[in-house]
């Protein structure tokens, strides 16, 4: 299994600032996820995160909301801005599409963000 | 409405007895997931099933996907306290590898 990690662990934000969520897998992976799980809920997908170009967004995610980098194959970051206490959940990192050819799907240990 | 149904909701179980959990889709799957998640934290994958009638088995949890692809089960075998959590079935309903998500089920288990 691939070793993902996510930082930071948990933050505590004021409303309307803005907090990056860095993602770090120890594999090359050719696709990249960000899912939010609200309290008490599932996950719900947020965008695919593509190497070298915009991200893909779910409906209703945006980019001016949720902006996402992915320089490489093993790195990720998805900024949650001008944040709200409605954007109070936990943010988790997805990988899936290894170079070495398995096809499972992996998730990060997850960021618990509060807004308040 | 989720496109896949989870049940039960929840469960308690007493240590040492057996439990089982369902996910049934309307559509024929690509992919079948299971994992588990501790409160608040990140999920672990359990299993993944891609063929019609496969089974697999780690330790004492095991899971199937029916023929048609559109139902699993997993069944754990001789609960343990180290057996709750959130159980989560994830799956391909379409060909784009984006996976949906269950509502997921809680397992208390009793000492």
């Known amino acids: 299994s691939a070793v993902i990690s996510q930082k930071p662990s948990r933050d505590i934000c004021q409303r309307g600032t803005s907090l990056t969520i860095q993602c770090q897998v120890d594999s090359q992976v050719t696709m990249m996820f960000w899912y939010r799980q609200q309290p008490g809920q599932s996950l719900t997908l947020i965008a695919t995160?593509?190497?070298?170009?915009?991200?893909?967004?779910e409906s209703g995610f945006v980019i001016d909301k949720f902006p996402i980098s992915r320089p490489n194959l093993t790195f990720s970051t998805l900024t949650v801005s001008n944040m709200s206490p409605e954007d109070s959940s936990i943010y988790l990192c997805?990988?899936?599409?290894?170079?070495?050819?398995?096809?499972?799907?992996?998730f990060g240990p997850g960021t618990r963000l509060t807004v308040l | 409405s989720q496109e896949l149904e989870q049940s039960p909701q929840s469960l308690i179980v007493q240590e040492g007895k057996n439990l089982t959990i369902n996910c049934t889709s309307s559509k024929t799957l690509y992919g079948l997931y299971w994992y588990k998640q501790k409160y608040g934290e990140g999920l672990i994958f359990l299993m993944m099933l891609q063929k019609g009638g496969e089974e697999k088995s780690h330790e004492k949890i095991t899971a199937k996907l029916d023929e048609k692809k559109q139902q699993s089960s997993l069944h754990i075998t001789a609960s343990q306290p180290s057996h709750a959590g959130i159980y989560l079935c994830?799956?391909?309903?379409?060909?784009?590898?984006?996976?949906?998500f269950g509502a997921g089920t809680t397992v208390t288990v009793r000492a």
């Open positions: 994830g799956a391909d309903i379409i060909d784009d590898y984006k996976l949906s």
């Open positions: 997805s990988v899936r599409g290894f170079l070495e050819g398995y096809n499972e799907q992996f």
């Open positions: 995160a593509n190497q070298g170009s915009e991200a893909t967004y």
